[in-house]
């Protein structure tokens, strides 16, 4: 018996923990999740800088391209990814004419504005009769859109005749494909390089706020 005992002081039954032996697992638990959430925001921060980023659609000026309502994403580093003090770096190209791009508002930089490129450093543009020439060259756009019977007196508006004009270097004339809805580079002039955010590439979501419904033939759709 005294054998016995004896074992069973030294190798007593296990007893349920102590809440003191509790805390540390918990706090660990707790440091894993805010961890997490911390990377998850850097990623996001990172991602919507330098990678890609969600903008909506507000206005009719790039109609039928993109419609009021219209939720796309932009590629931000297809330009060049911006390092603040140092410029753009891994470049893949520049933009060219065509190109439905974001940029800031040169009149008002706390905007984002959407437009195509239309001339590109050392194009010359010009606007006859709602036409559109480059380089002296009909420009064919097939999206966009303009009413021939709304053309307007040269003196009147440069919406419908605008003339020639040289792209300086580092800059771009851009226009909204619904031409007769669009304030663009006919009135305020050239976008600056440094001022693009990326290049439009696909619609993630779609909503026609007029009819209360989705537009789902038009998510996943490509801009071009």
Do not use: C
Not at 53 to 69: C, H, R, V
Not at 74 to 89: A, H, Q
Not at 95 to 111: A, C, M, N
Request: hydrophobic share 35%; charged share 30%.
């Amino acid at each position: 018996m005294q054998d016995y005992k004896h074992i069973g002081e030294e190798t007593p039954a296990p007893s349920a923990p102590k809440e003191a032996e509790l805390q540390p697992a918990k706090k660990h638990i707790v440091r894993e999740y805010v961890e997490s959430i911390l990377v998850a925001i850097v990623l996001a921060l990172f991602i919507r800088t330098y990678i890609v980023q969600a903008f909506k659609i507000p206005s009719g000026s790039m109609e039928d391209t993109l419609a009021i309502g219209d939720h796309i994403l932009v590629n931000k580093f297809i330009y060049g990814t911006k390092i603040p003090f140092n410029g753009s770096v891994l470049k893949l190209r520049d933009p060219r004419r065509g190109d439905v791009i974001v940029f800031e508002y040169p009149e008002d930089p706390t905007k984002d504005f959407i437009k195509r490129v239309i001339g590109v450093p050392g194009d010359t543009v010009e606007v006859k009769d709602k036409h559109v020439y480059v380089n002296g060259q009909l420009y064919s756009n097939p999206h966009e859109i303009h009413k021939e019977q709304d053309v307007v007196p040269k003196e009147m508006n440069p919406r419908d005749f605008k003339d020639p004009v040289k792209v300086p270097a580092n800059s771009y004339f851009v226009m909204g494909d619904n031409r007769d809805r669009s304030y663009d580079s006919r009135f305020w002039g050239f976008v600056s390089r440094d001022k693009i955010k990326g290049l439009a590439f696909i619609k993630y979501w779609s909503w026609n706020n007029e009819k209360f419904r989705v537009r789902w033939s038009a998510i996943g759709k490509l801009v071009n």
